[in-house]
């Protein structure tokens, strides 16, 4: 599929999720079905699919190990083994996953091949994707951050590493001054980061040629979803200001199982929240299932031993042997009259028979 067509599906596909609820709480006041079920059965769609991947994933058989290994393996003592490329035990593995979820670790260590021609001579370079790498760790320890800050909403009182954290996010403290009553309040470093990250992993889609020729509508999609949703989140705390007490109330009420449609929250509520479902409910169907995938790809949590540990399958059903002795018995006579070359001759084997 053209690109700008992508761009043009996945932005349309945003548009109608941004449009859907200002439309079914501003004009038709439903602010049950986009306050209460809808919610519930986002999450409802989110656990179960993610439980039903894993549980898909976890029947895949793996007859081989097959991690991916990227420096020297155990052999002699005196040739020095890399641990964390190429574990050969347990802890080896568990440190590779952890430098792998916490900072990323392979792909701090991806290059980009690109190919040119200098001069009508061609030439190959290899190039450090250091802001890949950069973008997606603060990409998703600013999701992280602005996740855990939410935790204000469902809690009460408000647990202290939260309000610690708030804090540190936001001990900048860019306020703008009021003029004729209009302010801004202070800002939390992580929504700009979040929405510089999103927006530099957009245009690295849209101006790398090779990148921009594999991406589909999938690929955008999850990108303007989340653009949407700092951006909605952004409006209601800077300019379309909400009725924060309500919101925490309908916050509080659906994580006791207790839950309330207050009125006079916002649209803009509204919108927000129904981003935050249908990103939800994407989840365990979409390419963000990364997140659990990482704990179940073989080329990462297994460890590179095939060459002194035997492996059986444990599906391997038992298998009736034929040895070459019991071959031998059944078809001697056979192969002496064929001129075969036997163990044991005839003779010798009626002794033993007596």
Known sequence: MNFVLSILVSSLAVIIV????????????LRVLFGIIIPYAAMATFFVGIIVRVIDWGKSPVPFRIPTTAGQEWSFPWIKQNPI??????????????????????????????????????????EWEKW???????????????????????????????????SLDGFMQM????????????????????????TWLFLRRVLYPQIR?????????PLFLILALGFTGMLMRYLLRVDITKVKELSLGLFKFSPTAPEGIGVIFYIHLFIICVLIAYFPFSKLMHLAGVFMSPTRNLANNSRFVRHINPWNYPVET?????????FREH????????????????ETEK
């Open 213 to 221: 020729y594999i991406s589909l509508p999938a690929d955008y999609f």
């Open 85 to 126: 490329d190429n574990p050969k035990g347990t802890f080896g593995v568990v440190v590779r996953m952890f430098f792998e979820v916490v900072i990323f670790r392979s792909l701090f260590r991806n290059t980009r091949l690109e190919y040119r021609r200098v001069d009508g001579v061609p030439k190959i370079d290899y």
């Open 335 to 350: 192969m002496i009259e064929a001129g075969l070359p036997v163990e044991k001759g005839a003779e010798s084997t009626e």
């Open 322 to 330: 034929h040895t070459y002795e019991e071959y031998e018995d059944e």
């Open 175 to 198: 306020g703008a001054a009021p003029f004729n009553g209009f302010g801004l309040p202070g800002v939390y470093l992580t929504d700009m980061l979040l929405m510089a990250a999103v």
């Open 132 to 166: 890949l790498w950069l973008a997606a760790l603060v990409f998703h320890y600013s999701f992280l951050v602005i996740f855990v800050r939410h935790f204000r909403f469902f809690m009460e009182p408000v647990p202290g590493f939260v309000t610690l954290l708030q």
């Open 18 to 29: 941004v449009l859907i609820p200002w439309i079914g709480v501003g004009a038709l006041d």
